[in-house]
């Protein structure tokens, strides 16, 4: 084989593009009920960008971005995730101007990219969904947003979804904590991970995030920031637990969840499950969080947000089964000789005009073979022509599941087919 893909991509085949566009269907109608526009980013943004938002310890930007400079020496890179391009935005098309409707709800699709050693739902390109809401601190956004992640989820036939949800307070309880975890992690500093060393000085959230072992063992008895909580934080963590009540929504409070940078608040959460497309294994689906500082960070005012995101990849491996999605033909189109061939373009462009998904023989094949094609296709009608039929202007129309035929006449398939349609 002289070309291969580059390592870690995927082609998205016909067959398996239905899925994609389903899962994007279902997207657009949920988050539309919600207000949520859709929003298109750049997928390569100023390196800054991304070093800004997720921090320099974070592992997507010490180890996992796309870099490089361009012909002009810029520092760009293609985007790890979605959150920080659309915050760019915001920030650069001043979406928090008084003409703007508050919050500012967008959703956004599409590809991500990081270098990262492939394996089964981890690849180098890969595609999130999220979504991301500007402009309002209240719980009952944070509590809508995790049900229309549900609803997301739910509508695609997600089962045995388990929602795990935290608070990181405010920046008075944050500090708190920060403080209690350095107490807690300097003594082990020796056998932390080379990286958690570093995180101790830079970032000690980040350490319970640590995916090493060892690290993984000291982190079991770390402080729980549930004890650092001032009073205004707790009483909004339960006051949003009041909510998710309400809207019978089952989750489980994860104290050791953490999401490392400075910008979160209050409210994270994840949607995680346990499936046999992942040994059953407990993987998180779905991941967002309330990021009051991000939008500051990157030169805008200070705003508050919430967003989150999930790796469409996974989401299809878990789907898998349940998708059986198959697009049918409307009309195949049966000619006999050439006079039929050359009177069919204009016939499947009606057709098509009319509305109907609508095909043809393009190899000048036998009548048994294009019959073979239209079962193959699903065709739900053929219709056939030839000399014949030609010549009395009609054609031989056949419903492919039950077998009826019957001539009509040319001039007026498609508003006969229309009308077996209806019936
Ligand atoms: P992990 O712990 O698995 O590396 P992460 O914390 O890096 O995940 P996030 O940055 O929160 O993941 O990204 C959100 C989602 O994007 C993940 O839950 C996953 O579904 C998806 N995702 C992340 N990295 C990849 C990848 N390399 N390939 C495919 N999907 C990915
Ligand atoms: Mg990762």
């Given at each position: 084989m002289r070309?291969?893909?580059p390592?870690?991509?995927?082609d998205?085949?016909?067959g398996?593009?239905?899925?994609w566009?389903?899962?994007?269907d279902?997207?657009?109608?949920?988050?539309?009920?919600?207000?949520?526009?859709?929003i298109?980013t750049?997928?390569?943004?100023s390196?800054e960008v991304f070093?800004?938002?997720?921090?320099?310890t974070s592992?997507?930007?010490s180890?996992e971005m796309?870099?490089f400079?361009d012909?002009g020496?810029?520092?760009l890179?293609l985007r790890p995730?979605?959150t920080?391009?659309?915050?760019?935005a915001?920030?650069?098309?001043k979406l928090?101007?008084?003409?703007?409707i508050?919050p500012?709800?967008?959703?956004?699709?599409?590809p991500?990219?990081?270098y990262?050693?492939?394996?089964s739902g981890?690849?180098r390109?890969f595609?999130?969904?999220?979504v991301e809401?500007f402009?309002?601190?209240s719980?009952?956004?944070d509590a809508?947003?995790?049900?229309?992640?549900?609803?997301f989820?739910?509508q695609?036939?997600?089962?045995n979804?388990k929602?795990?949800?935290?608070t990181?307070g405010d920046?008075?309880s944050?500090?708190?904590?920060?403080q209690?975890?350095v107490?807690y992690f300097?003594?082990f500093?020796?056998?932390?991970?080379?990286d958690?060393?570093?995180?101790?000085d830079?970032?000690?959230l980040?350490?319970?995030d640590s995916?090493?072992?060892?690290?993984?063992?000291?982190?079991e008895?770390a402080?729980s920031?549930?004890?650092?909580l001032?009073?205004?934080s707790?009483?909004?963590?339960?006051y949003l637990?009041?909510?998710?009540?309400?809207?019978?929504?089952?989750?489980e409070v994860d104290?050791?969840?953490?999401?490392?940078?400075?910008?979160y608040?209050h409210?994270?959460?994840e949607?995680?499950?346990?499936?046999?497309?992942?040994?059953?294994?407990e993987?998180t689906v779905?991941?967002g969080?309330r990021y009051?500082?991000?939008?500051?960070?990157l030169?805008?005012?200070e705003?508050p947000?919430?967003?989150f995101?999930?790796?469409?990849?996974?989401?299809l491996?878990?789907?898998?089964?349940?998708l059986?999605?198959t697009s049918d033909l409307?009309v195949y189109l049966?000619?006999?000789?050439?006079?039929?061939e050359?009177?069919?373009?204009?016939?499947?462009?009606?057709?098509?005009a009319?509305?109907?998904?609508a095909?043809?023989d393009?190899?000048?094949r036998?009548?048994?073979?294009?019959?073979?094609?239209a079962?193959?296709l699903?065709?739900?009608y053929?219709?056939?022509?030839g000399?014949?039929e030609?010549e009395?202007?009609?054609a031989?129309?056949?419903?492919?599941?039950?077998?009826?035929?019957?001539?009509v006449s040319l001039?007026?398939?498609a508003d006969?087919?229309k009308r077996i349609?209806?019936?």
């Amino acid at each position: 084989m002289r070309y291969q893909k580059p390592k870690g991509t995927m082609d998205i085949l016909p067959g398996e593009s239905q899925k994609w566009q389903y899962i994007e269907d279902v997207a657009q109608k949920v988050f539309n009920r919600y207000r949520f526009s859709e929003i298109r980013t750049p997928i390569f943004e100023s390196y800054e960008v991304f070093e800004r938002s997720s921090g320099d310890t974070s592992d997507i930007v010490s180890k996992e971005m796309y870099d490089f400079k361009d012909k002009g020496d810029r520092h760009l890179a293609l985007r790890p995730e979605g959150t920080a391009g659309v915050v760019r935005a915001y920030v650069e098309n001043k979406l928090y101007g008084p003409e703007h409707i508050k919050p500012y709800k967008v959703w956004y699709k599409g590809p991500m990219f990081r270098y990262e050693r492939p394996q089964s739902g981890r690849q180098r390109q890969f595609h999130q969904i999220g979504v991301e809401a500007f402009g309002s601190d209240s719980p009952e956004l944070d509590a809508e947003i995790i049900s229309m992640g549900l609803e997301f989820l739910g509508q695609l036939g997600v089962k045995n979804l388990k929602v795990a949800i935290n608070t990181l307070g405010d920046p008075e309880s944050r500090q708190n904590y920060h403080q209690a975890l350095v107490d807690y992690f300097t003594p082990f500093k020796d056998q932390l991970s080379d990286d958690s060393k570093i995180r101790l000085d830079k970032n000690p959230l980040r350490i319970l995030d640590s995916k090493d072992k060892n690290d993984q063992k000291i982190v079991e008895n770390a402080p729980s920031i549930l004890d650092y909580l001032n009073d205004e934080s707790q009483s909004r963590f339960e006051y949003l637990k009041s909510l998710l009540d309400d809207l019978n929504v089952n989750y489980e409070v994860d104290h050791t969840m953490v999401r490392g940078l400075d910008y979160y608040n209050h409210t994270i959460f994840e949607f995680m499950v346990t499936d046999p497309a992942f040994n059953n294994k407990e993987i998180t689906v779905l991941a967002g969080g309330r990021y009051n500082g991000l939008v500051s960070e990157l030169g805008g005012p200070e705003t508050p947000g919430i967003g989150f995101g999930l790796g469409v990849e996974r989401l299809l491996l878990l789907l898998d089964d349940n998708l059986n999605l198959t697009s049918d033909l409307d009309v195949y189109l049966v000619t006999i000789g050439q006079k039929a061939e050359q009177a069919s373009v204009k016939i499947l462009s009606k057709l098509r005009a009319a509305g109907f998904s609508a095909d043809k023989d393009y190899l000048q094949r036998k009548t048994k073979a294009q019959f073979k094609t239209a079962n193959n296709l699903n065709a739900k009608y053929t219709v056939t022509i030839g000399d014949n039929e030609l010549e009395n202007d009609t054609a031989n129309v056949k419903n492919m599941a039950t077998g009826d035929e019957h001539p009509v006449s040319l001039e007026k398939l498609a508003d006969e087919l229309k009308r077996i349609e209806d019936k």
